[in-house]
């Protein structure tokens, strides 16, 4: 099984800042991963595949870069509803995908 | 617009078998296109995939839930299920189901880009 990990678990930034987020995959995913967001009581969002790929309506802010095994999720102006957790997630070893334990992303 | 919705029992006795399914509107679950798979996340925790299953009822599940778990299809009433057998405590959790879209080879295109709203299943006596 691919372990995904996911750091920090909690990052506090102010609104209007820039928000970096990193994710490692115990062994090469090429670029077959994905980031999600979730907010509270909400179904997981598609925000980004293929590491870099945004997500249909999906702005423009956030990106996502890397490839193998350290891939990067950045937003870069966040707004109120940036708000929320974040997954990755590994789909290079389907049907076998698997998660990171997320990343809370909190106002500071 | 493509709607996933899930339905079933909100609580299970421990032991007894949870089954859910999902209805899928405004499209067809026949697609060639499409993977439809189930996740789940326990209260505060975070996201395990449970497994996926093709139109044609090719299923794939994850190993750590294999001998529990039976994904199916009814393409008549555009619907796919969920069965997990022996539930216990630690199967309480919102249960999602999705969508993945691939190509003709069987390369993942997008991963899970439509989801359910899910449905929080308890397991309790």
């Known amino acids: 099984e691919i372990v995904m990990t996911q750091s920090p678990a909690t990052l506090s930034v102010s609104p209007g800042e820039r928000a970096t987020l990193s994710c490692r995959a115990s062994?090469?995913?090429?670029?077959?991963l994905a980031w999600y967001q979730q907010k509270p009581g909400q179904a997981p969002r598609l925000l980004i595949y293929?590491?870099?790929t945004r997500a249909t309506g999906i702005p423009a802010r956030f990106s996502g870069s890397g490839s193998g095994t350290e891939f990067t999720l950045t937003i870069s102006s966040l707004q109120s509803e940036d708000f929320a957790v974040y997954y990755c997630?590994?789909?290079?070893?389907?049907?076998?995908?698997?998660f990171g334990q997320g990343t809370k992303l909190e106002i500071k | 617009q493509l709607q996933l919705q899930e339905s079933g029992p909100g609580l299970v006795k421990p032991s007894e078998t949870l089954s859910l399914t999902c209805t899928v509107s405004?499209?067809?679950?026949?697609?060639?296109?499409?993977?439809w798979g189930w996740i789940r996340q326990p209260p505060g925790k975070g996201l395990e995939w449970i497994g996926s299953?093709?139109?044609?009822?090719?299923?794939y599940y994850n190993p750590s839930l294999k001998s529990r778990v039976t994904i199916s299809v009814d393409t008549s009433k555009n619907q796919f299920s969920l069965k997990l057998s022996s539930v216990t405590a630690a199967d309480t959790a919102v249960y999602y189901c999705?969508?993945?879209?691939?190509?003709?080879?069987?390369?993942?295109?997008?991963?899970?880009?439509?989801w359910g709203q899910g449905t929080l299943v308890t397991v309790s006596s």
């Open positions: 999705a969508r993945l879209s691939i190509t003709i080879f069987g390369v993942v295109i997008t991963p899970f880009d439509y």
């Open positions: 405004g499209g067809s679950i026949s697609s060639s296109s499409y993977y």
């Open positions: 299953i093709y139109y044609s009822g090719s299923t």
């Open positions: 062994q090469s995913v090429s670029s077959n």
């Open positions: 293929g590491a870099s």
């Open positions: 997630q590994q789909y290079n070893n389907w049907p076998l995908v698997t």
